[in-house]
């Protein structure tokens, strides 16, 4: 059985918390789990104790027997020490789509124009007119 250690999530509408479970990676996501490891409350300030609640011990037993932990899982165990961090490619998220790109030529373009107006020296012509 491929067990995974993940997040369940419960509460109303906009207003979540998860249940860290051990459960088959085969059940679905609020579905039938193994055990309930701990808790995780994402609304409350990110220096709160009552934020991330885990039973480390049974955490440790579930990862000695083959169990994966899911991606914000793992980070949270990084945060507690439990694990080593992992390096983390994040090659596509964080590079801009198409159309931000195009906007962000034309904006260097028309500063670059500018930029040029502003420093050509000024050639027009002197009217010397004598009366």
Do not use: C
Not at 17 to 44: C, Q, W
Not at 84 to 108: C, I, V
């Amino acid at each position: 059985m491929a067990m995974k250690i993940r997040l369940a999530r419960g509460g109303s509408k906009k207003r979540p918390h998860y249940s860290i479970v051990a459960a088959d990676s085969r059940m679905p996501r609020d579905g039938r789990f193994i055990e309930k490891l701990g808790t995780y409350n994402p609304l409350l300030p990110k220096d709160s104790e009552e934020r991330v609640k885990m039973n480390m011990e049974r955490i440790q037993y579930w990862l000695d027997q083959g169990a994966q932990p899911s991606d914000r899982i793992s980070r949270f165990l990084e945060a507690a020490g439990t694990v080593e961090k992992k390096d983390r490619a994040n090659l596509k998220k964080g590079e801009p789509g198409k159309k931000a790109k195009e906007r962000a030529e034309e904006k260097a373009e028309k500063a670059a124009a500018a930029l040029e107006a502003a420093n050509a020296p000024a050639a027009e012509p002197e009217a010397a007119t004598e009366e």
